[in-house]
């Protein structure tokens, strides 16, 4: 079974291509232009499909207009405006393979507010480059907008030589996919008085950062979830069955951990399901929630909703082999949110994993979320029965009554992990990013604070001191790979600059700027 995402919350791979050419009649060779222009274009279109995109082709079915095959007039550029928009594209590509007049593809890119790529090659028999060059000019002339403004640029020294396209490509759909979507928190405000946990919704907005925040009260959780008690105890029975058969270990003490308390702790799990799905259903595209446990839910309703952070950033549960992957914070981190969401974004094959900065140890720091974090990270394995069969849940350490998700995250033999964070300095946002192996790390002794906790362990990339000292943030998010290149083009398109937390001097540049 794969992570590969089969449903609503990440808009499908659309990426619109045009190509333009010469509009003048009084020029020789047009029919070879026209050969040459259809068959970058058609090179191009196949390459982009090999890579698992949706490609919007508008030329491969209007046909010649008068021997010219590419688009040569603004008529004919803003006569496709409408179906690029519907196909919500989460970028366009213009083929700039011979020369054209570069207010036809800026007069269509002033109107689909998306961004841009113009791409040519080295051919010596045609001015590619001078059309290029000309076009990207008077983009950055008349720079109406901000795609416009921070278009990319590339030169294909072979045919159709996308793969130093694709760290952009995958960076545009992250941010299609974050600056359309929707997030929803159970909860206002952030908990235990972390005021660095929350931030200025219209500007998140301004940075295309987000659509819309939906802000919704814990009781509405409490109050289906009694509900779901009374009427479907059955749901309940299954999910607990679904457990049980593939193996998860339940240590039950009877005073944080027994059957009522395990019961309610799923029943919460199922409603916020139900939840997010009719607001999917209502066509509003959630792409994370958070849930504030402190103190409405673990302390006055009395259970700490653990299996929220465990389970809905999964593939898998009882009632569904496979179902949504929804990125899922704690404690109302907007910021963390939107980490999640977009690193979601750039690697959708696999759910990100949400924690604290726990400790430091010998060459690692551990990242253990207070109470649960994607069972994914049990494994690092595709089949989720495999994660069912790591897991033990085991008595919280804090709240009135809950199970914690405990695993240890094995290491990584190939590969490294991206840990990230958007933080805000005096009204300033930085990306926070870095990358390093999962190690094998010591486990937690029992009976110790968070020793129920699940438990990864990262290597730290530069020196323990420097680190802490430049970390903004007690939060991180991580998914496998390594998305460095694709932060520096999110970075550039958004003007957030991002910090690089593998790099020493980076860290004191950054530090003495602040």
Not at 65 to 72: D, F, H, P, T
Not at 250 to 279: F, H, P
Not at 414 to 436: E, P, S
């Amino acid at each position: 079974m794969s992570y590969l995402l089969r449903s609503s919350t990440l808009p499908p791979a659309k990426i619109g291509i045009l190509s333009f050419t010469d509009p003048r009649k009084d020029v020789k060779l047009v029919e070879e232009r026209e050969q040459f222009i259809q068959k970058q274009h058609s090179l191009l279109v196949s390459a982009l499909q090999q890579q698992g995109f949706v490609v919007v082709d508008p030329l491969q079915t209007r046909g010649k207009k008068e021997g010219i095959w590419a688009i040569s007039t603004q008529k004919e550029a803003l006569a496709l405006l409408s179906q690029l928009q519907s196909e919500e594209i989460f970028a366009l590509i213009v083929g700039c393979f011979t020369w054209n007049e570069p207010n036809v593809p800026l007069s269509l890119a002033e109107k689909l507010q998306t961004p841009v790529a113009l791409v040519t090659s080295t051919n010596k028999d045609w001015p590619g480059i001078t059309a290029l060059a000309s076009t990207g000019a008077s983009f950055w002339e008349n720079a109406k907008n901000v795609f416009i403004k921070k278009h990319a640029r590339f030169l294909f020294t072979r045919e159709a030589d996308i793969e130093k396209m694709t760290p952009w490509l995958k960076a545009m759909r992250a941010l299609q996919h974050v600056r359309t979507g929707k997030l929803l928190l159970w909860g206002s405000g952030p908990a235990l008085h972390m005021e660095h946990l929350t931030d200025d919704i219209s500007t998140l907005q301004r940075l295309n950062l987000i659509e819309e925040v939906f802000t919704e009260g814990q009781y509405q959780l409490i109050q289906k979830t009694e509900e779901l008690l009374l009427r479907a105890p059955e749901r309940i029975s299954a999910f607990k069955n679904w457990l049980e058969t593939n193996q998860v270990k339940i240590l039950y003490d009877d005073k944080m951990l027994s059957e009522q308390t395990l019961q309610k702790q799923i029943a919460l799990y199922l409603v916020a399901k139900d939840i997010i799905k009719t607001y999917i259903q209502n066509g509003e595209r959630i792409i994370g929630v958070s849930i504030k446990c402190q103190p409405e839910l673990s302390v006055q309703y009395g259970i700490t909703p653990c299996f929220l952070p465990a389970f809905l950033p999964f593939n898998s549960d009882s009632e569904e082999p496979e179902k949504e992957i929804i990125p899922t914070v704690c404690e109302g981190d907007i910021k963390g949110l939107i980490t999640s969401a977009l690193l979601y974004g750039l690697n959708p094959q696999y759910p990100p994993l949400f924690g604290d900065v726990r400790f430091f140890e010998e060459n690692y720091f551990v990242l253990g979320n207070c109470g649960a974090a994607s069972i994914f990270y049990a494994t690092l394995k595709e089949n989720p029965l495999e994660n069912l069969k790591q897991i033990s849940l085991e008595p919280q350490c804090q709240g009135v009554a809950g199970a914690a998700i405990k695993y240890h995250t094995p290491p990584t033999t190939d590969g490294v992990v991206t840990f990230a964070r958007l933080i805000r300095i005096a009204g300033k946002h930085y990306f926070q990013v870095g990358t390093g192996k999962i190690v094998p790390g010591k486990e937690p002794k029992v009976g110790t604070w968070g020793a129920t906790w699940p438990y990864t362990a990262i290597e730290v990339p530069v020196e323990q001191d420097l680190f802490i000292k430049a970390l903004g943030t007690n939060h991180l998010s991580v998914t496998p790979g390594n998305f460095s290149k694709e932060f520096a083009i999110l970075s550039q398109m958004l003007e957030i600059p991002v910090i690089n937390l593998n790099d020493s001097k980076a860290l004191e540049r950054f530090l003495a700027e602040i």
